[in-house]
């Protein structure tokens, strides 16, 4: 199964809400991204499915290392590429809504070019 960004959504979403809450369920899921229950659910049956996640007899979901290592990837890039336009003078909530689109289709390699500038160049002043 191929990830895509709505993919890559539910996998950060359940990896920040199990930082922030310490468990995830589905209907944690819907509320932080306004889905449908059904919606939420049929999406977790194919993660669940493809080895992304585990959900256990309660109904809290687990990320799989799999899972975890694209989550992980997915908010290391949403952070960055945020921080990076805010530095630039972007409004907060405008910088965090633009690097979530950004954050699915920028290559890894112009990433890491872009996120070593920041750190080596900006950071610095």
Do not use: W
């Amino acid at each position: 199964m191929k990830i895509y960004e709505s993919g890559e959504n539910y996998l950060e979403t359940i990896y920040m809400l199990r930082r922030s809450r310490g468990y995830v369920r589905a209907v944690d899921i819907s509320n932080e991204l306004g889905y449908s229950k059904p919606t939420v659910s049929v999406a977790m049956k194919k993660f669940r499915e493809e080895g992304y996640i585990t959900v256990d007899g309660d109904g809290h979901i687990e990320l799989t290392d799999k899972g975890q290592e694209i989550a992980e990837k997915i908010f290391e890039r949403h952070n960055c590429l945020g921080e990076m336009l805010m530095h630039m003078g972007v409004d907060k909530e405008t910088a965090y809504e633009d690097a979530c689109r950004i954050e699915h289709y920028i290559s890894e390699k112009s990433f890491r070019c872009l996120q070593k500038y920041f750190q080596e160049t900006i950071k610095k002043q």
